[in-house]
């Protein structure tokens, strides 16, 4: 995952430069989302926390996804995808303060499918104020290339949200 982190100090900065925090809620990803965005120095700033919801049930009790969403849909369906970035912003607030951003993968990294769902087919949310959104993918690969992948797209989502001056 080298490759992502000029992007993601890019992100790091911009989030210090308007005083933003971001958390994010992995599944699929396991905490390397976490772990790209804490690796740019001065991150602690910026960087509220993550919490890893692997077990589908975690993303209900942690997260606050809608339990009847998971048991009709599972848990990669882009509601799902929405509801952990969501849960998440607000789940990790700092002295009372929810996240600016809140940041959710969820999705299949394979080998073999989930659900329905094929290996490479991803959900990322995205969380900020009273908007949210989801960006499906649909990646390529053995597992750790998605895994990897799905990284460097929530990376660049961010960084999109944020060139598009909608965060404040």
């Given at each position: 995952m080298a490759g992502v982190t000029p992007a993601t100090a890019r992100v790091i900065a911009e989030l210090t430069r308007r005083g933003l925090t971001i958390a994010v809620a992995e599944s699929l990803t396991g905490g390397a989302l976490a772990a790209e965005l804490i690796r740019i120095p001065g991150a602690s700033v910026v960087v509220n926390g993550g919490v890893v919801a692997y077990q589908t049930?975690?993303?209900h009790t942690l997260l606050g996804v809608d339990a009847?969403?998971?048991?009709?849909?599972?848990?990669v369906h882009p509601q799902v995808a929405r509801q952990m970035a969501e849960g998440v912003r607000l789940r990790l607030a700092v002295d009372g303060r929810p996240a600016d951003i809140g940041v959710?993968?969820?999705?299949?990294?394979g080998p073999d499918g989930q659900g329905g769902q094929e290996p490479g087919t991803v959900f990322l949310g995205l969380a900020h104020g009273g908007a949210a959104s989801v960006i499906p993918l649909r990646l390529h690969g053995d597992r750790a290339a998605i895994r990897?992948?799905?990284?460097?797209?929530?990376?660049?989502?961010v960084w999109q949200?944020?060139?598009?001056?909608s965060v404040e």
């Open positions: 049930a975690l993303k009847a969403l998971l048991t009709e849909h599972g848990p959710a993968t969820t999705g299949v990294a990897a992948a799905s990284v460097a797209a929530a990376v660049e989502a949200l944020l060139a598009r001056d």
